[in-house]
């Protein structure tokens, strides 16, 4: 189950659901990156792009490639800084139910590898939509299912 559970993280890093996340500053936030000191403003907005944030290549290495080992023990780069990993958002507006879309999707994916063997069809993987509102796949993607032979 680890390795799935890694799996999902990684496509959600991969290809988050959101474009952007916005929140406005409660109070003057003193932020430090790349070197330099700033401020943001109480009132101003702050947008946050996960597509953007968990491809850098300080925080994941490689990060434009699949790799779900780098959310395992010893590894571990989701935890390198915080809001690193932004798959379900983060902090006090992260989505509430994270946990019951992981053991929702877990449940479906483990019943579907214990009785059908998946083909894809599809040439390639279809081109991600980022003109949705929730990034999801333009075009279709085939696969086959043969069931499995019981013994």
């Known amino acids: 189950m680890p390795l799935l559970h890694n799996s999902m993280k990684e496509a959600l890093r991969l290809c988050p659901p959101l474009i952007l996340l916005i929140r406005q500053a409660l109070k003057d936030v003193k932020v430090h990156a790349a070197g330099k000191d700033y401020t943001i403003p109480e009132g101003d907005m702050v947008l946050i792009s996960p597509s953007v944030g968990m491809r850098i290549p300080e925080v994941f290495a490689k990060p434009d490639e699949f790799d779900p080992d780098r959310f395992g023990p010893g590894r571990e780069e989701d935890k390198s800084s915080p809001f690193a990993y932004m798959g379900f958002g983060g902090g006090m507006h992260s989505c509430m139910g994270q946990n019951f879309a992981f ?49």
Do not use: H
Not at 127 to 149: F, L, W
């Open 103 to 151: 053991v929702q999707v877990k449940t479906i994916l483990s019943v579907l590898f214990r009785e059908f063997e998946l083909e894809m069809v599809s040439k390639t993987m279809p081109e991600i939509d980022y003109e949705a509102m929730v990034v999801g796949p333009k075009g279709n993607c085939q696969v086959k299912y043969n069931r499995r032979k019981r013994s």
